[in-house]
């Protein structure tokens, strides 16, 4: 394929705020006009075009536009959000601050919820944060898109948290104001305003959250959000929803979504922890502060393009030869090396094996409620020790292993690992944060000797450690979903900026794969469902049987398949039957070219 540096021109910074743009769709499914072109760019350009997408997080609201992450109301929300947290922190008995969300913004709640709590842990303070996610503890580390539609699993596992409290601040986490999970939390909160404040967070704006029906529910997720905005007049509910641009690959929601949520939740959580624990006052000037500081952060990442597009260009070709990527990481920055792996399954259709990420220490360091999950299968080993026993004999040159640690992390069990992964390919980068002031070790030197590339990322000496790290993790998770994302559009896994090869496995990624095969084929939105239920069911005529089934029989079904939307969009634009559109994806897995190979 000739990839090109033709999509980097960013002249079109907002069209996409135009009413005339894409007007059914919510900001966080619309398609990025500064991608339209994304899967024939190359690696250079991909990093260049991310950047400029996540730039979009820090744009100004102007009078046309939606509220964006420094509007005057998302800061004074985030400051009285800040304030409920303060509150519980300093008289935590029988109090609780929840965090709650489905796929990676549930991973991100886990992220958060687990940091604070160490940080209280260290000033030997009562821990007041949980965490859920839709699906148990084994999404931490794998999809599980179906409990994502489920609300009553979304409200026994509130009331399972929250069993004996007095008062919690519930902080319900959904991109795109949209997954029932969330919205049945967010229900109940409001119907035991005694004990629960629910706080919503989400990235559209509110009349956008999503108003279709909910199996046996009387509330959609736009009726809670109506009744929250209501009661945020008077402070008993609270919507921090500002926008930050369409996904650069369309409805990616773990990408600018994930990383706007940390950004705001840090600075909220932080802002609460130092009033409650030094007695430094929640202020407008802070918050606002605090969230420029990581408008930095996007800059000093990103002024790592060169580095960024050497990882990108070799887990692209790893991953278009069939070999893999692994993440090894310390500490925090290896969380965030798992979400990443977790996510590239519903988003490409990727197989676990591809892209896996490892932690030092495993479930020790992971603090996950439910403890080891190794017994549910090679997907769930997650140490070093595992990666050195399952992964490391198997190694070749064309498997990219990625090293990612901090100066804070032990340098000489870094370069002990870095040597024994030698032994076995070249292949081997590093990621390495530091300060500015810091002379660095021995071994470090010795570990940029044996990598193939080493990222540097320098930081300026922080006010605070707590905040170099929620840098050095926000940094990391841009790094990395730029890995991914990158290595996938290279292999021939994005179609345009649409995830050609989305999992459609609950309601949200049903409607967004019917809808894309209306925009690739120009189809009517009824062929277009029976075209993605033949692909999910593999036959070429409807029975009456499948018809009459419900979406979540569907969703269900198509947990077992692979490739379905190609499969759908095959058919849906030659005409052909199932089995050849199949044994064409064969010869041709990037289904672009396939499509433009057949029409042509
Ligand atoms: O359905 C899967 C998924 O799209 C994940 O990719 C994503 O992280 C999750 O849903 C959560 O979406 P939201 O935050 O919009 O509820």
């Known amino acids: 394929m000739d990839r090109s540096d033709q999509t980097c021109g960013f002249s079109t ?145 509130l009331k399972k948290v929250c069993e004996g409290k007095k008062q919690v601040l519930f902080i319900g986490i959904s991109c795109g104001l949209s997954a029932p999970f969330v919205a049945g939390q967010l229900d109940f909160c409001l119907q035991h305003p005694e004990v629960y404040t629910p706080v919503v967070v989400g990235f559209n704006p509110a009349h956008q959250a999503k108003d279709e029906p909910i199996p046996g529910c009387t509330f959609t997720f736009h009726s809670v959000v109506q009744r929250m905005q209501e009661l945020s007049k008077s402070q008993v509910a609270f919507l921090i929803n500002p926008t930050v641009g369409p996904e650069a690959i369309s409805g990616s929601s773990r990408m600018k979504g994930g990383s706007a949520t940390k950004i705001l939740l ?55 030869c069939g070999s893999r990527v692994c993440y090894l990481g310390w500490g925090s920055l290896a969380v965030l090396g798992l979400i990443d792996a977790s996510e590239c399954d519903p988003t490409f259709g990727a197989d676990y094996e591809d892209v896996r990420g490892f932690m030092s220490g495993g479930y020790r360091n992971l603090s996950n409620n439910e403890g080891p999950l190794t017994s549910l299968g090679p997907q769930f080993c997650i140490s070093h020790e595992d990666f050195l026993r399952s992964v490391l004999p198997y190694l070749s040159d064309q498997d990219t292993i990625l090293l990612i640690f901090t100066r804070s992390d032990d340098v000489t069990e870094v370069a002990k690992l870095a040597r024994r992964v030698r032994e076995k390919t070249s292949n081997l980068h590093a990621v390495y944060h530091h300060t500015d002031g810091d002379t660095a070790a021995a071994e470090q030197g010795d570990i940029s000797n044996l990598c193939l590339s080493t990222l540097n990322v320098t930081w300026p000496t922080p006010a605070s450690r707590s905040f170099l790290l929620m840098q050095w993790e926000l940094s990391t998770k841009l790094l990395l979903n730029a890995v991914s994302t990158g290595a996938h559009i290279l292999k021939g896994k994005v179609y345009r900026n649409h995830m050609i090869d989305v999992q459609v496995t609950n309601s949200k990624l049903y409607r967004r794969a019917t809808r894309l095969l209306q925009k690739l084929s120009a189809h009517p939105e009824s062929k277009c469902e029976e075209a993605l239920l033949r692909a999910i069911y593999r036959v070429d005529k409807l029975t009456q049987d499948i018809t009459s089934s419900d979406m979540t029989a569907h969703t269900l079904t198509a947990r077992k398949r692979t490739k379905v939307v190609p499969l759908a969009l095959v058919v849906l634009l030659t005409g052909c039957a199932l089995s050849e559109a199949e044994s064409h994806l064969e010869q041709q897995p990037i289904v672009r070219e396939a499509v433009e190979a057949w029409l042509s």
Not at 283 to 293: D, K, S
Not at 298 to 311: F, R
């Open 13 to 157: 910074m907002c069209e996409w705020e135009s009413p005339d743009y894409e007007p059914t769709l919510p900001v966080s499914e619309k398609s990025n006009p500064l991608t339209r072109n994304i899967d024939r760019a190359s690696a250079d350009c991909i990093v260049r075009t991310l950047q400029a997408c996540d730039a979009q997080m820090f744009q100004e609201q102007t009078e046309a536009s939606h509220q964006k992450l420094l509007s005057d109301q998302v800061v004074k929300t985030l400051m009285e959000v800040a304030k409920r947290v303060e509150i519980i922190l300093k008289d935590p008995q029988d109090s609780l601050v929840v965090l709650s969300g489905c796929g990676t913004s549930g991973r991100l709640a886990f992220l958060m919820a687990t940091s604070f709590n160490r940080e209280l842990r260290k000033l030997n303070r009562s821990l007041v944060y949980s965490y859920i996610i839709a699906g148990g503890d084994r999404a931490l580390l794998s999809s599980q898109e179906a409990p994502e539609d489920d609300p009553r699993s979304g409200v026994l596992s």
């Open 266 to 320: 840090d600075v909220v959580l932080s802002a609460a922890h130092a009033a409650a624990c030094t007695n430094t006052p929640v202020t407008y000037e802070g918050i606002l502060q605090h969230m420029r500081a990581y408008d930095k952060t996007l800059d000093i990442t990103y002024a790592k393009t060169e580095g960024m597009t050497a990882l990108v260009e070799a887990a692209g070709r790893s991953l278009r």
